[in-house]
């Protein structure tokens, strides 16, 4: 069992950054897979990146490539989303989520999430 809970959203300016934190409960933090996602308004749960625990590779939904990085501490349990050149097209409330054995971007096939923290960009 597993749970996460997410910190840093915010309202800030277009081209700004936010980092957003997801702390995660449980001892074997490292052998979960983690993704964040993200969901405005109105709109379908969106990937936005990976990072496997096995390997370490990190995958990018191609709206964020080049502008957010996802990394994790597992000395401190937390995954983190580095988001730089924020655009008011970023606006979603921002999950995290975790999964001993998926690490893509389908969003049904992870087990664990968290209730969200907003992120809200103006123009």
């Known amino acids: 069992q597993v749970q996460l809970v997410e910190s840093g959203g915010g309202l800030v300016q277009a081209g700004a950054s936010l980092r957003l934190s997801c702390a995660a409960s449980?001892?074997?933090?490292?052998?979960?897979?983690m993704g964040w996602f993200r969901q405005a308004p109105g709109k379908e749960r969106e990937f936005v990146a990976a990072?496997?625990?096995?390997?370490?590779?990190?995958y990018y939904a191609d709206s964020v490539k080049g502008r957010f990085t996802i990394s994790r501490n597992n000395a401190k349990n937390t995954v983190y989303l580095q988001m730089n050149s924020l655009k008011p097209e970023d606006t979603a409330v921002y999950y995290c989520?975790?999964?001993?054995?998926?690490?893509?971007?389908?969003?049904?096939?992870?087990?664990?999430w968290g209730q969200g923290t907003q992120v809200t960009v103006s123009s």
């Open positions: 990072i496997s625990w096995s390997t370490g590779s990190t």
């Open positions: 989520a975790a999964d001993s054995r998926y690490s893509g971007s389908y969003h049904a096939e992870y087990d664990y």
């Open positions: 449980g001892r074997t933090f490292s052998r979960y897979n």
